[in-house]
């Protein structure tokens, strides 16, 4: 009996690091023409994909830690939806935005007039569906910070993805990957996670993953997809770096993809970047691969 349960602890304990390890086949047909666009990419790339049905994935530099930019805003949803399920916040729990907190870049609560009433659920649609940075850092303090949000990672089997940005104890590796650092293979992993309602609890994961599929930022690798095919998705972008993170809804199958990128030569913020443009040239790629008899193609161009 005492050897039974002792089992059954350990295997409760470790349950989130076993369920994140490789399963399924290696597609090297796929993972070649994937090494082809990174290959002649002018930066370091990486890019992770897995069909969830067959388990088939591929992997270029899948395992380099790469900056998150606003992708670390997925980790900080989790760590925002943990302390709900505790009941130590509410979904809809009423607060007041101060300008005092007001942050730049991109968002819109940044133009909120001082003392406006607002609540949890809109700090967390703002921060997935506008990649708003002054909600999202109200959202990691209100998580209990980036230590906390670092330590639920962990417990999700997630060996590098971390916050950085106003974490004590991180501020050299902030001085190197910015807010926030994962590889292509965890944060696939983890958004597959919250897909299948694996994170906090299946409630918590279905309202994470509804927030996910509304981003407004839809023009990189989003728009190589299909407006009637659902997509969870978050990008991330800084001078030197730009990445996005999809799990599609495709008619045959669901998969999931991680295109990362630092050290980028072309730092312009244009339609055409080289890094935004490779990462449009994989999603259709994948589309292709996992939908070889759609006939859809994309008819809407970027605007300059």
């Keep these: 009996m005492i050897t039974k349960i002792t089992r059954c602890i350990a295997a409760c304990l470790l349950w989130p690091i076993l369920s994140f390890s490789q399963t399924g086949k290696a597609d090297r ?9 990174v290959n002649e990419f002018n ?7 897995r069909h969830l049905k067959t388990g088939r994935y591929a992997a270029v530099n899948a395992d380099t830690i790469f900056p998150t930019a606003s992708i670390v805003k997925v980790p900080i949803l989790v760590g925002l939806f943990d302390k709900i399920e505790k009941g130590e916040l509410k979904y809809h729990q009423p607060l007041v935005y101060r300008d005092s907190i007001k942050y730049g870049g991109s968002g819109l609560m940044q133009f909120f007039k001082d003392s406006s009433e607002t609540d949890i659920s809109v700090l967390a649609a703002l921060m997935m569906a506008y990649s708003d940075n002054t909600t999202s850092l109200w959202n990691q303090s209100l998580a209990g910070g ?3 949000i670092n330590k639920l990672m962990e417990q999700y089997g997630l060996e590098h993805t971390r916050v950085n940005s106003r974490t004590p104890g991180r501020e050299a590796i902030w001085k190197i990957y910015g807010w926030g650092q994962t590889t292509p293979r965890e944060m696939s992993e983890l958004v597959v996670k919250i897909f299948r309602g694996e994170v906090i609890s299946p409630g918590a994961s279905e309202r994470m993953y509804r927030l996910m599929t509304k981003g407004y930022y839809d023009e990189q690798a989003i728009s190589q997809l299909p407006p009637y095919v659902q997509v969870a998705a978050k990008s991330g972008s800084v001078n030197e770096s730009r990445s996005e993170v999809l799990l599609v809804n495709a008619p045959h199958g669901d998969y999931v993809f991680y295109v990362g990128t630092k ?5 312009r913020w244009e339609p055409d970047n080289e890094a935004v443009a490779m990462i449009r040239k994989i999603s259709a790629l994948l ?3 996992f939908e070889p008899k759609s006939r859809w ?7 300059k």
């Design 29 to 37: 047909k796929l993972e070649k023409a994937l090494r082809e666009i």
């Design 43 to 49: 930066g370091t790339a990486g890019v992770y994909v």
């Design 146 to 148: 980036g230590a906390q």
């Design 263 to 267: 050290n980028i030569k072309d730092q």
């Design 287 to 289: 589309w292709e691969h």
């Design 297 to 303: 193609k994309p008819m809407f161009k970027a605007a």
